[in-house]
């Protein structure tokens, strides 16, 4: 990988060839010139076009910024077949989902681009784990009050307050107080299950989807 091509690799395998034309057909459907689309992605346009060429692998973060360029998902961009899905989540048909002491409620059609939940963290629950992983979250308070430290800033949301960031920063949450803190929650993750949503546990040992 060299400096001015973020995201590349070396040789590239049996499946670019498949997503190659991919990337370039979902940009011209998107009505973007190889030069607009790049300068979008923050890429050089050489680097795009040898993404759309098969000479380099897209990584995981750069397929997540070309799909929100192209206005689509990774999983379109990866060619997989995707269900239709019904657009209203019923309360009743949210079911809670323990994981890492945390509760989550799913709040949205699995398989779409971006995951929303519900959640529930309890006071002293995670609050030292700190993730660092692709992609983007948004969260917003809705009980309780929560403390959200990114990069080296401490922040305390209260009900009604909200944070967008890219999930690349160092960031770690938690209740502020020991009723807990509720919120609802959206990120950019590719489709995981809830186990990995937590993206740590009590040990501070990471779960799929965390990067060191």
Request: aromatic fraction near 4%.
């Amino acid at each position: 990988m060299s400096p001015a091509e973020p995201g590349a690799a070396d040789e590239p395998s049996a499946e670019l060839h498949a997503v190659a034309p991919r990337l370039r057909a979902l940009r011209r459907s998107a009505s973007l010139t190889l030069e607009a689309a790049a300068r979008a992605a923050g890429l050089s346009p050489a680097h795009l076009s040898r993404l759309e060429t098969g000479q380099r692998q897209p990584s995981l973060p750069m397929l997540l910024t070309l799909a929100r360029v192209y206005g689509t998902t990774v999983s379109e961009l990866l060619g997989e077949a995707v269900p239709d899905r019904d657009a209203i989540v019923r309360a009743a048909d949210m079911e809670p989902a323990p994981a890492g002491g945390w509760t989550y409620w799913q709040a949205g059609s699995a398989g779409r681009g971006m995951q929303a939940l519900r959640v529930r963290v309890p006071y002293g629950s995670q609050g030292d784990i700190v993730r660092v992983h692709p992609g983007e979250e948004w969260l917003y308070v809705l009980q309780g009050r929560l403390s959200l430290r990114l990069g080296d800033t401490a922040h305390v949301l209260a009900p009604g307050d909200s944070a967008h960031f890219d999930s690349l920063t160092p960031h770690r949450i938690a209740a502020a107080e020991r009723g807990g803190a509720e919120l609802l929650f959206v990120h950019t993750l590719l489709q995981s299950p809830v186990a990995a949503l937590c993206l740590g546990t009590a040990t501070g040992h990471p779960t799929p989807g965390e990067t060191s």
